[in-house]
């Protein structure tokens, strides 16, 4: 039976799955090792919805303190500067997967010219705001919508480490530099100082460097690379100083790849995720620097390679966060995987009594290893589609990009246009965008089809109207800096 568990690295992945160990399953004795030599990769600042489920529902974290003390802002979507349109906009509501009373269609028959303020998140991010008021006079913002986050990666470290000491998790300092191994996996972890550390379950989180999962445990390692091409970023932000703060992040197609800006309070953070063999790291700089004047001028390089252990769980060592696997962040989405392998862990804890056999751990596996490529999957969408730019590299993506599972859905649409039956060709997973994610991809990148409906004027103005409407009772609405100053005013209560 599992006792005594040993998390190697304590960046975000590594904290996460010391906090949720420890508050689910309270007798386990968690320890966390870590090296402040090597420290924490430092970028990961966007979220989406499921991370603050998980902190705030999942684990009943405190959301007053959690703002407070990692003062993260509100996300509604992201904003994606791709294909023909100037841009539009991803929420995490519903634009097109539902009907209309209105409309005789599905929403997407309607939106070829335009789609901004389908749903609320949209109408909100086109009128630059974070929350519509409550209609009940009030006064107070309508919170009751689907969120994600920006948080500095720094303050979230910080505040998880905080979070992790009060649930009873103890620290170690030190660097790993070897393990040993018994019949049934790892027995302990080797220190330079001479430490030995024991533990019959071990949880990988030391980053890209992958000490126990890729190095000790040679789990073999799937790469992306016919799908994502790219693998690296040039990182660097400003402090803000006259920019509104926005509620969502901005993806920008570039000539080898796209940046991202991400906002939070004091703080903007920009990056150019590229393609190293279609642009230097100089000529890169270059296209970042001169987009972003404010940036450093020598703004940090990242290295990463996309893809997935063949197995994130192999005897008693499991790897969570980039050390199980690393997708770039065109859609945030690694915190979403570190929060659901977190969970998936705990059930096969409990549904095992800390006693996990060989058909568990092939499930965990399976979910773990499927949500990786879901993820890969949507991400290979947004390349495939982008006719931004018509340069070497854009061609390679649009040519050569592998869609994976969702090549039948992509088949579907091209014949069918944007119905929700669409839904019955994705892959049987848990999937986080759903369809509503593929379709937002192929109406905003005007993907063609050959089913053409022509709606009436009547419903054309319908669709507008409701739009319009619902954009200028946006325009009404709280901005982020105002919404951040009221719940830290004294009248605030959180719900
Ligand atoms: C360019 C870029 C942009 C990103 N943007 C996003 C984003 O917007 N949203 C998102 O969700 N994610 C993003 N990510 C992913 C993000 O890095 C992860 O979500 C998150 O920070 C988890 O990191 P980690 O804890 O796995 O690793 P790290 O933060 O690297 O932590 C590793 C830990 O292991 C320790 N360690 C390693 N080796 C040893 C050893 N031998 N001995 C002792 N300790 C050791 C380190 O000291 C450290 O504590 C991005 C990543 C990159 C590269």
Redesign the pocket.
Known sequence: MIQNVLV???????LLAAITLKKKLPTLNVRI???SD????G?????TPAFPQHLFDYLGLDVARFFKEAEPTWKLGIRFVWGPREYFDYTFHQQFEGRWSHLSREPGFYAYEDFRGADIPSALMEAGKAFMFKTDGSGDPDMNMKFALHIE?LKLVATLEKIAEEFGVKFLE???SGVERGPAGLTALRLEDGQRLEADFFVD?????S?LLGRAMEEPFVNYDRALFCDR?V?GGWDRTTETTLAYTTAETMEAGWAWQ?EHEHHINR?Y?YCSQAISDEAACEEFLRKNPKAPKSPRV?K?RSGRYRRMWVENVVAI???AGFVE?LE????MA?TTQCQKLVDMFVNSSLQPNESLRALYNHLAGGSFDTIRDFLSLHYKLNTRLDNEFWRHCREDTELGGIAPLVEFYRENGPVILGTYTLPQFVDPYGLEGYLVMLIGNRAPYKARYQPTAAEMNNWNQIRTTLIARARQGMSVDESLRLIRSPKWRWQ
Not at 38 to 41: M, N, P
Not at 332 to 335: D, E, G, H, I, V
């Open positions: 190697l690295g304590a960046g975000s992945a590594g090792v870590r090296s090597i420290g924490v990769i970028v990961g600042e966007g979220t990666n030190g660097k790993v989180c030391s980053g890209f460097r000490e970023a990182i991400i990056g995720v990242v990463f966060g980039n050390a962040p945030a989405s690694a915190l570190v």
